[in-house]
T-cell receptor, first 111, second 116 residues
């Protein structure tokens, strides 16, 4: 099982602020996925990163995969209340496909 | 497609009772996953199936938990007997894995289980 550490565990910010959350592991991943879970719902995929050093942008969200493919970050610019949720990372593939999610970062964006 | 369907959405039962959670995956998906989510432990993978066959059940807490997938469109997770510590939100997810092993998991809305 590939253990993923996510930080910070909790984040409470005001609308308009920028933030970065992290997903780290001692293992190398072929690819990594980020999901967002809104209250009362299941997680929804935001992005899959597959190449070391890759940067993907989804509107105000910027995802980066570390060069060594052991870590990833998610940066949100000018956070909005709609960004509130639990951000989870998980490996997307591997020889034995066993998706193990990190504990997640719980983000609250206050208006 | 209606997405992954789970029932019931909420279940309240008393300790010792049998609980059955149901899931209908997205048509054409060949992987099905059962997760449990709590504040203390996060989102834990309990078991997953590939083409209706259980592949890894190492996350199943104990013998009180069992899961079946009799066909490609239906799966159940059963807890017997239930205990208060089983209270959690249980998610079912399905996926179709690509050639490179990547796949997007589509989650159902979850079943919130409360065992009194």
């Amino acid at each position: 099982t590939q253990l993923l550490e996510q930080s910070p565990q909790f984040l409470s910010i005001q609308e308009g602020e920028n933030l970065t959350v992290y997903c780290n592991s001692s293992s190398v991943f072929s690819s990594l996925q980020w999901y967002r879970q809104e209250p009362g719902e299941g997680p929804v995929l935001l992005v899959t990163v597959v190449t070391g050093g890759e940067v993907k942008k989804l509107k105000r969200l910027t995802f980066q995969f570390g060069d060594a493919r052991k870590d990833s970050s998610l940066h949100i610019t000018a956070a909005q209340p709609g960004d509130t949720g639990l951000y989870l990372c998980a490996p997307a593939s591997g020889g034995s496909y066993i998706p193990t999610f990190g504990r997640g970062t719980s983000l609250i964006v206050h208006p | 497609d209606a997405g992954v369907i789970q029932s019931p959405r909420h279940e309240v039962t008393e300790m010792g009772q049998e609980v059955t959670l149901r899931c209908k995956p997205i048509s054409g998906h060949d992987y099905l996953f059962w997760y449990r989510q709590t504040m203390m432990r996060g989102l834990e993978l309990l078991i997953y199936f590939n083409n209706n066959v259980p592949i890894d059940d190492s996350g199943m807490p104990e013998d009180r938990f069992s899961a079946k997938m009799p066909n490609a469109s239906f799966s159940t997770l059963k807890i017997q007997p239930s205990e208060p510590r089983d209270s959690a939100v249980y998610f079912c997810a399905s996926s179709r894995i690509g050639l490179a092993g990547e796949g997007e998991q589509f989650f159902g809305p979850g079943t919130r289980l409360t065992v009194l």
